[in-house]
């Protein structure tokens, strides 16, 4: 079954099947605390016959309430719903999110969106879950709301990985200071980028390393530098591979004092060397997934020690990613 997606609970204009199972959350980069999450409306849905529903906001509130700060995303909203409709999800409604909609308050929303939009039989959410105008709507308001209504829920506790509490915030700290592998432990798979290939400058061929370039766009950049990856193709092809993340600073002038201070707020280029594959990327959509981080970027005094060290890129990143 194909997950159907809504923007915004006012395009839901017909009774869904009964019993609806909802549940309520920003599950930015459907972490392994949001499957736990997703996984119980699916299976609770399934086992009563019924429709499994996830409710979510685009833009980010944050995004939306305080515009002038940036929030790193750990994936995009394409990239979210995705992997929504990979849990399963029958319904996914994005609600756009706005001031306005941020003064709604929690009464209105759960008579409004929950009872008389999904007639839900169930909600489930997170054990941090809060709603309405100033996150007034606390688990224990959203607790009497149900009980009134008849509505059963389910509070899911903090889902932990050795002893450490998954949550997305945690895991932008992880990715934002270079401990890539224990943010993917707790995304429960590698942190990605993924887009169409762009024509680069053709230097990585005439170093001997061609690559396929992506541009970043609206989510978190990774600190510059070297990583072992996986390529995946669009058509499900996967391959070992060496990335940059950076400005390419051999080739650049030097960076003001206020980029240094700030790199990655820098536009960024992904840069993918397929190890042992010559193939055509330009066009299709590449997936990169990161595996380990080799090292910082750094410039080079030239042309050749570059050539040097990005063998030496290649060679590490075989390595490590044979196991």
Not at 257 to 278: G, K, M, S, W
Not at 285 to 301: P, Y
Request: net charge neutral; with cysteine.
């Amino acid at each position: 079954m194909t997950m159907e997606r809504l923007q915004g609970f006012q395009q839901l204009n017909r009774v869904l099947p009964h019993p609806v199972v909802v549940t309520i959350g920003n599950f930015d980069g459907v972490h392994l605390g949001h499957r736990q999450i997703l996984d119980l409306v699916v299976s609770r849905a399934r086992a009563a016959g019924g429709i499994a529903v996830a409710y979510t906001f685009r833009p980010h509130p944050q995004v939306a309430l305080r515009p002038g700060d940036r929030l790193a995303l750990l994936s995009t909203y394409d990239e979210k719903a995705g992997q929504i409709a990979a849990a399963g999800i029958d319904l996914l409604v994005e609600e756009p999110f706005s001031r306005e909609f941020s003064t709604t308050s929690p009464h209105v929303f759960f008579n409004e969106v929950i009872l008389r939009r999904f007639s839900a039989q169930e909600v489930v959410v997170g054990y941090d879950f809060a709603f309405g105008k100033g996150r007034e709507g606390s688990l224990e308001v959203l607790s009497e709301y149900c009980r009134e209504a008849g509505v059963a829920i389910t509070v899911v506790p903090p889902h932990k990985v050795d002893g450490e509490v998954v949550s997305s915030s945690r895991i932008r700290l992880l990715l934002g200071s270079g401990h890539l592998e224990d943010a993917n432990r707790l995304l429960g798979r590698e942190f990605f980028y993924r887009g169409v290939v762009v024509r680069g400058e053709q230097r990585g061929r005439k170093l001997g390393f061609p690559t396929a370039n992506l541009r970043l766009e609206d989510k978190l950049v990774l600190p510059f530098g070297v990583y072992a990856t996986w390529a995946v193709l669009d058509d499900g092809q996967v391959f070992p591979a060496v990335t940059n993340i950076g400005v390419r600073p051999t080739f650049q002038p030097a960076a003001s004092a206020e980029e240094a201070d700030a790199p990655n707020l820098i536009p960024a280029l992904v840069e993918t060397h397929v190890l042992d594959q010559t193939l055509d990327l330009y066009g299709r959509t590449l997936e990169v997934r990161f595996a380990h981080r080799l090292r910082e970027e750094r410039k080079f005094a030239g042309f050749e020690a570059l050539k040097k060290q990005i063998g030496l890129d290649a060679a590490e990143a075989r390595k490590v990613l044979q196991g």
